[in-house]
């Protein structure tokens, strides 16, 4: 059984405590005196054994088992007063009302605290695949809801679809496609993902399609301002290079002869070779506080016909008047791409 208790006790209701998933602080303060014992309880029909702390140490012997290795408390803090305890690696199911009961030589004294957990927005991803602009969040609680905008046209006049997914935490994934215009070169998409403890947006600007000869340098225009972190990529699934706010550019391996420059508004300096590698998507997404802007460009790589492999022939011609003397020196280039 549990250590006995003095016979004055005092009883309070603390506001709660809102968690964020991962992690998260239960407040309970006491006043402190020898002798210290600390419980805490989750109210859930039958007690639930959370923590115990008594004999200036931790006992853990009652602990459920939902809970091992996942609680703390402030030990250089309890002899002033505060019993709070840390838990680890929020769930769903840690969520209810917890006592916390301290004792001392002189009283004890009950707190309840009620624990809300949530699992904010943390990441909007939006891509443009086949004339299908998709917008996607996931690992969220309480249930989101996904909302559109587009420029210049409304999004009502588009046809679009949204899925949303419980998986076996209980967080939900939510998935938006919106059907666009065939071959829509100018419009912005906007997709907000919002629950009530916050939301999170993702813009799409579609930059009319680029040309560019093959073996030569393109600027791909991209406007940042204030951003905390930006990243090229290619073909969706390709990252060209990242930059986080107060860092260097960092270029991944298969790039770093492609990348010439990047400029202080995000714009790239690309080194571009033949159709087969350079042609397709280019990214370049802003990510601020709280949404990512995304700048999506189709770039075409056009073959200089000069560029292929053949033979030319340069011709040197000298010439003396008189007599007359002319040397013709043929040279034979093969040019290998």
């Given at each position: 059984?549990?250590?006995?208790?003095?016979?004055?006790?005092?009883?309070?209701?603390?506001?709660?405590?809102?968690?964020?998933?991962?992690?998260?602080?239960?407040?309970c303060?006491?006043?402190?005196?020898?002798?210290?014992?600390?419980?805490?309880?989750?109210?859930?029909?039958?007690?639930?054994?959370?923590?115990?702390?008594?004999?200036?140490?931790?006992?853990?012997?009652?602990q459920?088992?939902?809970?091992?290795?996942?609680t703390?408390?402030?030990?250089?803090?309890?002899?002033?007063?505060?019993?709070?305890?840390?838990?680890?690696?929020?769930?769903?199911?840690?969520?209810?009302?917890?006592?916390?009961?301290?004792?001392?030589?002189?009283?004890?004294?009950?707190?309840?605290?009620?624990?809300?957990?949530?699992?904010?927005?943390?990441?909007?991803?939006?891509?443009?695949?086949?004339?299908?602009v998709?917008?996607?969040?996931?690992?969220?609680?309480?249930?989101?809801?996904?909302?559109?905008?587009?420029?210049?046209?409304?999004?009502?006049?588009?046809?679009?679809?949204?899925?949303?997914?419980?998986?076996?935490?209980g967080?939900?994934?939510?998935?938006?496609?919106?059907?666009?215009?065939?071959?829509?070169?100018?419009?912005?998409?906007?997709?907000?993902?919002?629950?009530?403890?916050?939301?999170?947006?993702?813009?799409?600007?579609?930059?009319?399609?680029?040309?560019?000869?093959?073996?030569?340098?393109?600027?791909?225009?991209?406007?940042?301002?204030?951003?905390?972190?930006?990243?090229?990529?290619?073909?969706h699934?390709?990252?060209?290079?990242?930059?986080?706010?107060?860092?260097?550019?960092?270029?991944e391996?298969?790039?770093?002869?492609?990348?010439?420059d990047?400029?202080?508004?995000?714009?790239?300096?690309?080194?571009?070779?033949?159709?087969?590698?350079?042609?397709?998507?280019?990214?370049c997404?802003l990510?601020?506080?709280?949404?990512?802007?995304?700048?999506?460009?189709?770039?075409?790589i056009?073959?200089?016909?000069?560029?292929?492999?053949?033979?030319?022939?340069?011709?040197?011609?000298?010439?003396?008047?008189?007599?007359?003397?002319?040397?013709?020196i043929?040279?034979?280039?093969?040019?290998?791409?």
């Open positions: 059984s549990l250590p006995p208790t003095p016979p004055y006790s005092l009883t309070s209701r603390h506001p709660g405590g809102l968690c964020v998933w991962g992690s998260c602080v239960l407040p303060r006491f006043q402190p005196n020898s002798d210290t014992i600390l419980h805490w309880v989750k109210k859930n029909g039958e007690d639930v054994h959370v923590h115990s702390y008594y004999d200036d140490q931790d006992q853990l012997g009652y459920d088992p939902l809970y091992k290795g996942r703390s408390l402030f030990h250089d803090q309890i002899s002033g007063g505060n019993a709070s305890l840390g838990l680890a690696r929020v769930n769903l199911q840690d969520q209810g009302k917890y006592l916390c009961y301290a004792s001392t030589s002189q009283n004890n004294q009950e707190t309840f605290v009620i624990l809300t957990a949530r699992a904010p927005v943390t990441r909007v991803d939006i891509v443009l695949v086949n004339n299908t998709t917008c996607k969040s996931g690992g969220i609680y309480p249930i989101p809801q996904l909302t559109w905008s587009v420029s210049p046209r409304p999004a009502t006049v588009l046809q679009n679809t949204t899925e949303v997914h419980e998986d076996d935490q967080l939900y994934d939510i998935s938006g496609s919106l059907r666009t215009v065939y071959n829509d070169t100018e419009s912005t998409y906007s997709c907000s993902v919002q629950n009530e403890h916050g939301a999170r947006k993702a813009t799409m600007r579609l930059h009319p399609p680029m040309e560019n000869l093959s073996r030569s340098e393109v600027l791909l225009p991209c406007n940042a301002s204030g951003l905390d972190y930006i990243t090229w990529t290619f073909n699934n390709q990252t060209i290079l990242r930059r986080q706010a107060g860092q260097e550019v960092v270029v391996t298969e790039w770093q002869q492609h990348v010439r990047l400029s202080e508004s995000g714009s790239l300096l690309l080194y571009v070779t033949s159709s087969a590698q350079s042609e397709g998507t280019y990214r997404t990510r601020y506080a709280d949404e990512e802007d995304v700048t999506h460009i189709e770039l075409k056009l073959e200089d016909p000069n560029e292929e492999g053949s033979s030319s022939t340069v011709g040197i011609i000298l010439g003396v008047v008189d007599p007359v003397i002319i040397l013709i043929a040279i034979n280039s093969l040019y290998i791409i």
